[in-house]
Every structure is written in C-alpha cells, then in structure tokens.
C-alpha cells in the first residue's frame, strides 16, 4: 500500500505544479454565447483597458471582520483606484461579522474602505445570511430600505441586487419583472448564496439555482456575481452566462475549493482577494487581485445577446 500511496502523492503534487487543478474550460453546449480569453499560470495577465467613458466597477463579498488581513485588502482596493478610477462596489454579502453597533459599521466598514469613500466611491449592498435586514436603512450601502432593487449606472447597464436567504415569491415575481422591463444590453445581477460553487463549505445553491436560472436565461443575464464560499473562483461558464464568486473580502477558508468539481475555469483559495471589472461596448474585462496585489486571475468576457 505505502508505494501505491507515494505514486499517488506524486501524481498530486505534479497536478500543483502544472496548474491542472486551475485549469480553463469551455462551458456545456451552447454557452458559447460568453466568450472568454482567459489567464493561466503560464499565460499573460490580460490588462483592464482604463478607457476614457467605460464602466468601472470593484466586487467584494464576506468582508467585514475588522481584522488587519481586511484592511490589508483594503489598502489594495485604495491603490488600484489610484491608477483605476473606478466608481462603484458591489458587494455581494456577509457584509458585518458579529455585532452591528455604530462602532461596528466604522471598525468594519467606514475605516478600512474610507480612502474610497473619501474619493466619492459608491457602495451597493446585498444581504448575506450574517447580516441583520436593518442593514438596508445604512446609508453607505445604498439600498434605500430596500431588500433587493436595482439600478443602471449607464443606459446599456443595469445591476440586479437580490436577498437570496429569504427568497420570498414577492421577491422572484419582482425580478422577473425588472429583468424582463429592462432594455439595458448588459444584465448583471449580485446576491449572496451561489447557484454554481466548488466550495467544500457550501457549495452550489441548487435550489435557489432552480428558481432564479431559467430566468436569468430567459431575459438575457450575462453576469452573476456571488460570495458565501469563502474564496475567490471564476466558474466556467452555464448556459452562455458567466458565474463568479468572490467570497473572501475579509474570511478565508483556506484549501475549501473542490478541484474535481469541474466546475472551476479558475480558483483561488490561499488569501484574500477582490475583483475589479471594466466594460467597454460588449466586452467587460477582469481581474482578480490579491491581499498581497497579485493578480490571481485576469481575462475578457463577451456579454450574452438575445437569441430571438
């Protein structure tokens, strides 16, 4: 048994050392609708453009601990905005751990991100199951009392911010409503729970997934943006619509993405990190960067257009 065991040990750590557990990967049949040139370990970081007049804009989700490794990922978040003027976050839950006092929302919140508010940065919450449903009165969040609502930054661009702890039927009657009144080319919508996942801890919301996919692919989403796992993975993409989570603005579970899943176009599991994005015309542009700046993951999507 013991060298049946090497070998396999062996195997393993050759599958590290290649990146195959990182491996990219085309989607079902007919997903060919969302393009991808993505980044490999061997392969080019693709640049975010930083084109005068695109749309740019940061995702960050289970963030607020309050601990140093946050604002660490903070002070990364500051120093990309410098050279990449970006004017909105989205964030896609578990936005305070613990308690929820005043003194809370400063420590968790308003310290670690007040370079970015200073400069006029727009942050956009969505509820994660640790956050108090009172959170949607705090002004910096921009929800205006609302659980879920949406917005358009630009007239091609319109963002859909759901509360998916409480998917209540009010809740999926209104969406479908808003998705199919919006004319905007660009559909994106962010929560907290997500309907594809790799995560060990969580993993796929299949349930929710059975409410809220056939209508994200009836009324034309491109772009699904969640948290709840603990890491950060770009999934391949479902149906010609890009899914991503980005569930480690301040948690770690370190190690917590299942590499046999086949889900995973690109995982990133050993620290921190958050996701900037750019849209220019029918292409939005990624990168997900680092508590340490590294960009982890990079590449250019083509958004999904009306098959009628």
């Keep these: 048994m013991r060298p049946r065991y090497l070998s396999v040990l062996a195997l393993l750590f050759t599958l590290l050392l290649t990146g195959v557990g990182c491996r990219n990967g085309n989607s079902i049949p007919g997903a060919s609708v969302v393009e991808a040139q993505q980044s490999s370990v061997a392969e080019a970081t693709v640049p975010l453009p930083n084109r005068d007049g695109s749309f740019r804009f940061a995702v960050l989700g289970d963030f607020g601990t309050g601990e140093r490794v946050q604002y660490q990922l903070a002070e990364q978040m500051a120093a990309l905005h410098k050279k990449f003027k970006y004017d909105f976050v989205m964030l896609v839950g578990d936005n305070l751990y613990g308690s929820e006092r005043p003194q809370d929302f400063q420590k968790k919140f308003e310290l670690p991100y007040k370079p ?24 910096p969040f921009n929800m205006e009392g609302q659980l879920y609502y949406t917005f358009n930054p630009k007239p091609d661009i319109r963002f859909f ?37 790799s995560g060990d801890r969580h993993g796929s919301d299949v349930r929710l997934r059975d409410v809220l996919e056939p209508l994200f ?16 993975e770009r999934v391949k993409p479902q149906k010609g619509i890009a899914y991503f989570v980005v569930g480690s603005g301040g948690q770690l579970r370190a190690g917590n993405i299942d590499r ?18 750019e849209i220019v015309g029918d292409q939005m542009y990624f990168n ?3 508590r340490t700046g590294q960009i982890v993951d ?11």
């Design 217 to 232: 692919l009836k009324y034309n989403v491109s772009i699904v943006l969640t948290g709840h796992d603990h890491f950060y």
């Design 161 to 197: 911010a759901l509360e998916s702890t409480y998917p209540v039927p009010e809740q999926i009657q209104w969406v479908e409503k808003e998705l199919k009144a919006s004319t905007s080319d660009w559909k994106i919508v962010f929560f907290h729970h997500p309907l594809y996942s």
């Design 298 to 308: 990079s590449g250019v999507l083509t958004r999904r257009k009306p098959t009628s």
């Design 260 to 277: 046999q899943s086949g889900l995973t176009a690109k995982g990133f599991d050993t620290d921190l990190a958050f996701m900037a994005a």
């Design 116 to 139: 970015l508010l200073d400069a006029g940065v727009k942050f956009y919450a969505s509820l994660g199951n640790h956050d108090a449903r009172e959170q949607r009165y705090y002004k």
């Design 288 to 290: 997900a960067i680092s």
